[in-house]
């Protein structure tokens, strides 16, 4: 892509997601938390690992299966030294495991807020299109044509009329990627040949510096 100029954004969601779990200290179902603890129990070889969540109301806890009985040889060592450490990197990317948290509890928020770093990767002389790399470390329920429409200041409609003429490419490519949630490693291209405000207006949006 030598008519390219060429970004990365990494988002970053602002709060993981929240399982709604039977709370004994308050009645009924309610919203549990993570608190960034893990909790664990050796029996012989064996090891029980859980996270520990906090109820959003009476900060009653619920531990979260991460490991259960599993012989210690058998666990990845970095694993392990996440768990003994309370590594909270690791814990964090736990927090995201939507697998893990939709087989213990039927309903768990999800929460669109989120960070966003954005970083200058190439940029060609004259360049007519705009390459934008997805990095997202962790499950986010934010649109695609929801974030580039808010990022870039142009409206979905716009978007999608732009990608069914082809002036917008992504891969990978389907037809209804702009309503499905972003994903790692998305690569958006805008064909941006016809606008004479691309270097004033769109490269300050895709790069996040002003001019």
């Known amino acids: 892509m030598c008519d390219t100029l060429r970004v990365r954004w990494t988002i970053i969601p602002k709060t993981a997601p929240q399982p709604w779990i039977a709370c004994g200290g308050c009645g009924g179902l309610r919203a549990f938390q993570s608190s960034g603890k893990i909790r664990l129990n050796a029996n012989g070889r064996k090891l029980d690992a859980w996270l520990i969540y906090k109820c959003l109301i009476c900060e009653r ?7 259960e009985r599993r012989n210690v040889r058998d ?4 694993v392990l030294e996440a ?15 939507l697998d893990a948290l939709r087989h213990k509890s039927l309903r768990v928020d999800e929460f669109a807020e989120f960070e966003i770093a954005k970083e200058m990767q190439h940029e060609a002389a004259n360049w007519t299109r705009l390459a934008i790399e997805l990095a997202v470390p962790f499950p986010t329920s934010t649109r695609l044509d929801r974030l580039l429409a808010f990022e ?11 990608h069914a003429e082809g002036m917008v490419r992504t891969d990978p490519e389907r037809a209804d990627i702009m309503r499905r949630r972003i994903r790692n490693g998305t690569l958006v291209v805008i064909d941006l040949s016809m606008e004479a405000e691309r270097e004033q207006s769109w490269k300050p949006l895709a790069t996040g510096d002003p001019l």
């Open 61 to 67: 806890t619920w531990n979260r299966p991460i490991l």
């Open 75 to 78: 666990i990845d060592p970095a």
């Open 83 to 97: 768990l003994q450490s309370n590594d909270p990197d690791w814990i964090r990317a736990e927090t995201f495991n």
């Open 152 to 162: 870039l200041t142009v409206s979905r409609s716009r978007l999608q009329a732009l």
